[in-house]
C-alpha cells in the first residue's frame, strides 16, 4: 500500500542545493502559470469592458492557462518535476514518491523520493507530459470555469486572494484540490502501478 511508504525525510534533504534549486524552479513556474493565467483574464476585461465572463471570456481563460501551464510544467520538470501545484505535490507525498521535508520546500520526486520502481517498463512521457497536463487544465476550465472557476491549484487562489485580501469560500479552493490529488494518487498507485517492487534510493541520490 502506498501509505505504507511515507516518510517524513531527513532535515538535511530541506537544505540541500539540489532542494534549493528544485525550490526555485518551482518558484518561477509557478510566477509564470499564475502570472500569465490571472494576467490573461485582467488584460480581457480590460478590453472589452468586464467581457471575461462571457463564453469567450471562458474560452480566452482556458487557453491562456493551458498554454501557461504548459510552458511553467516545461520549465521545472527536469529540476524539481514541475508540479506547479500543491495539491500535486500532496498526492506524490501520499503516494509514497516524495518524503514531507523535500514536499515542504520543493516539491520535487526526481530529488526526493523515498523509493522508486525497480523496473522502468512503465515508460516515460516525457515532452508529451506537460502538452497533457496542460490540455486537460484547458478543459477543466471550460467545463467548469463557469461554475467555481475550476481554480484546481492552491496556489491559483491564494495568490490573487492575497492581492485583494478576499477570503470568501478560500477554504475550498485548498481542500477540494487535496482531496482530489490524494484520491488520484492513491488510485493511480494501487490499481496502476500495483505490486511493483520498490528499492530504497540510496544516500547520494537525496
Not at 49 to 56: L, V
Amino acid at each position: 500500500m502506498p501509505i505504507s511508504r511515507i516518510a517524513i525525510g531527513s532535515p538535511l534533504e530541506a537544505r540541500h542545493p539540489e532542494a534549493l534549486k528544485a525550490a526555485l524552479a518551482e518558484f518561477i513556474s509557478t510566477l509564470i502559470f499564475v502570472f500569465a493565467g490571472q494576467g490573461s483574464g485582467m488584460a480581457y476585461n480590460k478590453l472589452t469592458a468586464n467581457g471575461a465572463a462571457t463564453p469567450s471570456g471562458l474560452v480566452a481563460a482556458a487557453l491562456a492557462h493551458a498554454f501557461a501551464l504548459f510552458v511553467a510544467v516545461s520549465v521545472g520538470a527536469n529540476i524539481s518535476g514541475g508540479h506547479v501545484n500543491p495539491a500535486v505535490t500532496f498526492g506524490a507525498f501520499l503516494g509514497g514518491h516524495i518524503t514531507l521535508l523535500r514536499a515542504s520546500s520543493t516539491g520535487s520526486p526526481s530529488c526526493s523520493a523515498p523509493s522508486s520502481p525497480a523496473s522502468s517498463s512503465k515508460g516515460n512521457l516525457g515532452v508529451i507530459a506537460p502538452i497533457a497536463i496542460g490540455f486537460i487544465v484547458g478543459a477543466n476550465i471550460l467545463a467548469g470555469g463557469a461554475f467555481d472557476g475550476a481554480s484546481m491549484n492552491p496556489a491559483v487562489s491564494f495568490g490573487p486572494a492575497v492581492i485583494s485580501w478576499t477570503w470568501d469560500n478560500h477554504w475550498v479552493y485548498w481542500l477540494g484540490p487535496l482531496i482530489g490529488a490524494a484520491i488520484a494518487a492513491l488510485t493511480y498507485d494501487i490499481v496502476f502501478i500495483g505490486n511493483i517492487t520498490h528499492e530504497q534510493l540510496p544516500v547520494a541520490d537525496y
